[in-house]
């Protein structure tokens, strides 16, 4: 999947056009990515009860150990959220630019005047 996507980057750097199965590609990679998170949590989880099953102490500490290593799991599931909440944040910020580019435009540039000014064929 990895190498498809490079080629797609490649050939519209190059060719400035690309394969159409990669398009489709990209598509389904975020939706990929967003299984494998709710299959993570779903696995720290099940992990977490197990562990919880057995009470090891930590001499140290004097706490269960599974306790202390649901923070590896809990510092997964934030900085995930934290991208979630940059690339939502991002969106926003590059859909407002787009919208204030599209306001400047003079009438003649926008596509419905352009499309309108074709000749109709019947």
């Given at each position: 999947?990895?190498?498809?996507?490079?080629?797609?980057?490649?050939?519209?750097?190059?060719?400035?056009?690309?394969?159409?199965?990669?398009?489709e590609l990209?598509?389904?990679?975020?939706?990929?990515?967003?299984?494998?998170?709710?299959?993570?949590?779903?696995?720290?989880?099940?992990?977490?009860?197990?562990?919880?099953?057995?009470?090891?102490?930590?001499?140290?500490?004097?706490?269960?150990?599974?306790?202390?290593?649901?923070?590896?799991?809990?510092?997964?599931?934030?900085?995930?959220?934290?991208?979630?909440?940059?690339?939502?944040?991002?969106?926003?910020e590059d859909?407002?630019?787009?919208?204030?580019?599209?306001?400047?435009?003079?009438?003649?540039?926008?596509?419905?005047?352009?499309?309108?000014?074709?000749?109709?064929?019947?």
């Open positions: 999947m990895i190498m498809c996507l490079v080629v797609q980057i490649i050939t519209r750097a190059f060719f400035s056009t690309s394969f159409a199965f990669t398009e990209s598509r389904s990679t975020s939706w990929i990515g967003i299984n494998f998170f709710l299959a993570w949590v779903w696995a720290c989880y099940d992990t977490h009860l197990i562990a919880s099953e057995f009470t090891e102490i930590s001499p140290t500490l004097l706490v269960v150990i599974a306790h202390v290593e649901i923070v590896i799991h809990a510092c997964f599931l934030l900085i995930n959220i934290r991208i979630v909440e940059k690339f939502i944040s991002k969106y926003r859909l407002k630019a787009v919208k204030s580019l599209v306001d400047r435009m003079p009438g003649s540039l926008l596509a419905t005047s352009l499309f309108s000014s074709l000749p109709v064929t019947r």
